[in-house]
C-alpha cells in the first residue's frame, strides 16, 4: 500500500467498473487488481484524534491497510482537512480526487456546516449532489456516513443542542437520499451505538480516539467485505498506541480545544444563542413543533433542488 496526500502526476487511467462476478452482489463489480481509495471530508477524516509518529492516521489510513491482499494492493490518497465544510470539498478536494481515479472514494463531512453561522442546508445539498455526482459519473464506489449531533456529544443544554441538532438532522436526511441514489457504503455513525460509547471518543468529544477510528475502519471494512471490495483481515479493535495521559488531554484543551472554543465564539455563538432564544420562546408558547416544521420544509426544498427526495421519517435520524 503507498500512501500520501497529494495527487498523482500523470494521473492514472480512469476508473473502470470491472464485471461482476458469481457471487458478487447485483450491480457490484468485482474489485480491480490494484484498488485506488481516496478519503474526503473533514477532521473526521483527516484523522485526528489518532496521531501515530506525529501524525495523523486516522479510520481511513486503517481500512487501506487491509482492503487489498497479494493480489490487489491499495494505493491510498488522504484529501481530507480539518476545519473544510461541504462547499471546500465540493470546491477543492473533489477534482483532486478525480484526477486520482479512485475505484473507492469516502465522502464524509457536514459537521463543521452545522457550527457555522453561514450554515444552509441548500448549499450543503447541491455541493454533497456535485461531489458525489462526479465521483459516481467515473465508476466509483461511495462511502459515506450519517453523523452524530455535536450539541449532544458535547453536552450543551437542550436551548442550545436542539438547534445544533436539527441541523444534523437535516444534514443527515441528505446523505441518506444521496446513499439512495447513488447506492453508497453507507455508515450510520449518528447511532446510538456509536454516539454512547465514550470509549470510542477523544477528549474533546467530537473526533475519535484511535479505538473510534478503529471501529470505523472494522464497520467499513465488513461492509465492503459484504461487497466484494475488502480483501485483507479485518482492521485489529484495539488500540495499538498508548492512550493519551491527563496532561497530554490538559495540554490539548489550553492549546488546540481552547483554540477551537474561539473560533466557534466569533463564529457561532452569537447566532447560536439567538437560537436558543427562539427555541425557550417557542417551548414557553407551546409552539416548538413550528421551528421543526421550518427545518424541514428547507429540508425538502434543498432535496427538490437536486432533485432528490427522502421520507420525512429521516428527519428524526
Known sequence: MTTTDTPPVPAPAPAQRPARGPDRPPGRPAAPETIRFAVLGDSLSEGVGDRVDGRWRGWGALLAEHLGGPEHPVEFRNFAVSGALSADVAASQAPRALAFRPHLAAVVVGVNDTLRRTFDIAQLAGSLDRTCGDLAATGTVLLTACLPDPGR?????????????????????????????????????????????????????????????????????????????????????????????????????????????????????????????????????????????????????????????????????
Not at 230 to 253: K, M, S
Not at 289 to 297: F, I, N, P, S, T
Request: charged share 20%; glycine share 8%; hydrophobic share 45%.
Open 153 to 317: 456529544m458535547l453536552g450543551l443544554p437542550p436551548p442550545l443542542a436542539r438547534p445544533l441538532a436539527r441541523r444534523q438532522r437535516a444534514v443527515n436526511a441528505v446523505v441518506h437520499a444521496l446513499c439512495g441514489r447513488h447506492r453508497t457504503v453507507h455508515l450510520h455513525l449518528a447511532d446510538p451505538v456509536w454516539t454512547d460509547d465514550r470509549t470510542l471518543w477523544s477528549a474533546d468529544r467530537l473526533h475519535p480516539g484511535e479505538r473510534g477510528h478503529r471501529a470505523i475502519a472494522a464497520r467499513f471494512h465488513a461492509l465492503l467485505t459484504a461487497e466484494g471490495f475488502a480483501h485483507g483481515a479485518p482492521p485489529a479493535r484495539e488500540p495499538t498506541q498508548p492512550p493519551p495521559n491527563r496532561a497530554d488531554t490538559l495540554l490539548w484543551l489550553a492549546t488546540s480545544g481552547t483554540g477551537w472554543v474561539v473560533r466557534r465564539c466569533h463564529d457561532l455563538l452569537p447566532q447560536l444563542l439567538v437560537l436558543a432564544g427562539a427555541e425557550l420562546r417557542h417551548w414557553a408558547q407551546g409552539t416548538g413543533v413550528r421551528l421543526d416544521h421550518r427545518a424541514e420544509h428547507a429540508l425538502n426544498a434543498a432535496l427538490a433542488a437536486v432533485s432528490l427526495d427522502v421520507p420525512r421519517a429521516r428527519m428524526g435520524e
